[in-house]
Structures are given as structure tokens and as C-alpha cells.
């Protein structure tokens, strides 16, 4: 089983939005997946009890308990598990961080976020994970402020990843309803960006994209 944990410092960065709609492609894609909720608000654990038992499974967790929890999910069949964290919490960040094999940085691309993604590149850097930072919510139209946010991210030492999430109303409508962007509009921008922002880390945990192809 791959993990991958889904960290941020800061609130509202887009965590347990990045980490349901990956968990919901490797689901589709023909993997077992989990989301393993640490954040107090158990906003996926909550999203997780609309779904009436469609996959992917949400538990919910407490960092002194996550070995436990990654083995049982193993045991289950699961083969991606997706550590959602809370902001704010530095020993449940690194907890999470230690355990996973990859760990992304939701960032908005605003000088708010940008400040405060050192904290957050810092705990990827103690737990000597290898970590890059997606840019999330990025304006509709242009590029040049996701641009500047993108070299802003360099400066701090950490990879950025080559797919950036738009700020689009079908990630937030899809979450209402129970669901994400693609299954809520399959043939959506949103949709797209995300089966290829999973397809992209799914190269770096080593796991194939879909069970039935063969990893080399």
C-alpha cells in the first residue's frame, strides 16, 4: 500500500478537497483507496458518511493511532491510503508525514499562503519525505499570478507540481452533493485536471495508475 499525505500549516488551503478527489480517482481507476481523516473537523469524514458506503472509505483518526490504522487499511485491501491533516498541528503534520511515501503541499497562489508554506516545507524536510506543492485555486483566467506563485514556491526548496488546480465551482457543488468534481461533471475542466494530477502522483509513489497496468 502507497500513502500519501496531504499537509498544510495553514487553514483553507484546499486539503480535504485535494485529498477526497484523489482518493475518488484511484477508486476509480480500479484501486481500493482510504482516507484517513486527522483534521478535528472531519470535514472528509463527514463527506465520507453521504456517500452510503460507496468507496473510497474515510476513517476518521488520531495521530497516536495512525500505524495501527495504516496496517488495518492494508489488511483490507486498501492500495492507496490519503492522510488528511489538520492546520495548526506541527506533531500531527510530522507524524503524518513520517508515515506517508509522498506528501503534497496544497498552496493557493496568494502572499498570504506563499509566507506561510515554509512552515509546512519544513516538516516534509524533518520527516525526510519527498514532498512537492500544488497550486490550488488558481484564477480562471491568466496565468501570470499562478506564475509568480510558482517561482515563489521554488524559492523555498520544494517541487511544484506540473498540474494546478483552477478555482472552479465544481469542486465546491461536487462536495455538497456527496461526490467530486468528476463524478459530479465527468466530462468538466476540474475533472480532467484532477485525473491528471493523479496520474502525475502516481508516478512518484511508484504505483501504477491503474492495478491493471503493470509498474515498471
Given at each position: 500500500m502507497?500513502?500519501?499525505a496531504?499537509?498544510?500549516?495553514?487553514?483553507?488551503?484546499?486539503?480535504?478537497?485535494?485529498?477526497?478527489h484523489?482518493?475518488?480517482?484511484?477508486?476509480?481507476?480500479?484501486?481500493?483507496?482510504?482516507?484517513?481523516?486527522?483534521?478535528?473537523?472531519?470535514?472528509?469524514?463527514?463527506?465520507?458518511?453521504s456517500?452510503?458506503?460507496?468507496?473510497?472509505?474515510?476513517?476518521?483518526?488520531?495521530?497516536?493511532?495512525?500505524?495501527?490504522?495504516?496496517?488495518?487499511?492494508?489488511?483490507?485491501?486498501?492500495t492507496?491510503?490519503?492522510?488528511?491533516?489538520?492546520?495548526?498541528?506541527?506533531?500531527?503534520?510530522?507524524?503524518?508525514?513520517?508515515?506517508?511515501?509522498?506528501?503534497?503541499?496544497p498552496?493557493?497562489?496568494?502572499?498570504?499562503?506563499l509566507?506561510?508554506?515554509?512552515?509546512?516545507?519544513?516538516?516534509?524536510?524533518?520527516?525526510?519525505?519527498?514532498?512537492?506543492?500544488?497550486?490550488?485555486?488558481?484564477?480562471?483566467?491568466?496565468?501570470?499570478?499562478?506564475?509568480?506563485?510558482?517561482?515563489?514556491?521554488?524559492?523555498?526548496g520544494?517541487?511544484?507540481?506540473?498540474?494546478?488546480?483552477?478555482?472552479?465551482?465544481?469542486?465546491?457543488?461536487?462536495?455538497?452533493?456527496?461526490?467530486?468534481?468528476?463524478?459530479?461533471?465527468?466530462?468538466?475542466?476540474?475533472?480532467?485536471?484532477?485525473?491528471?494530477?493523479?496520474?502525475?502522483?502516481c508516478?512518484?509513489?511508484?504505483?501504477?495508475?491503474?492495478?491493471?497496468?503493470?509498474t515498471p
Open positions: 502507497k500513502t500519501i496531504v499537509l498544510s500549516q495553514k487553514g483553507g488551503t484546499g486539503k480535504t478537497t485535494l485529498a477526497l484523489l482518493a475518488v480517482a484511484a477508486e476509480a481507476a480500479g484501486h481500493t483507496a482510504a482516507v484517513i481523516d486527522l483534521d478535528p473537523q472531519s470535514s472528509a469524514g463527514g463527506w465520507g458518511e456517500r452510503a458506503g460507496e468507496g473510497p472509505t474515510v476513517a476518521i483518526a488520531h495521530a497516536p493511532r495512525l500505524a495501527s490504522i495504516l496496517d488495518a487499511a492494508a489488511a483490507n485491501g486498501a492507496l491510503a490519503i492522510l488528511d491533516t489538520a492546520p495548526h498541528s506541527q506533531g500531527d503534520a510530522l507524524a503524518a508525514a513520517k508515515a506517508a511515501d509522498f506528501i503534497l503541499i498552496c493557493r497562489p496568494g502572499i498570504l499562503d509566507r506561510a508554506i515554509g512552515a509546512t516545507v519544513q516538516i516534509a524536510q524533518l520527516a525526510g519525505k519527498p514532498a512537492a506543492v500544488v497550486l490550488n485555486a488558481c484564477p480562471p483566467q491568466g496565468r501570470a499570478l499562478a506564475d509568480e506563485a510558482e517561482q515563489a514556491v521554488k524559492g523555498y520544494v517541487d511544484v507540481a506540473p498540474v494546478r488546480l483552477v478555482q472552479r465551482a465544481a469542486y465546491a457543488h461536487s462536495l455538497a452533493a456527496g461526490q467530486t468534481a468528476q463524478e459530479y461533471e465527468p466530462n468538466g475542466k476540474a475533472a480532467e485536471e484532477i485525473s491528471q494530477l493523479y496520474a502525475w502522483a508516478q512518484h509513489v511508484g504505483m501504477s495508475a491503474s492495478p491493471l497496468e503493470v
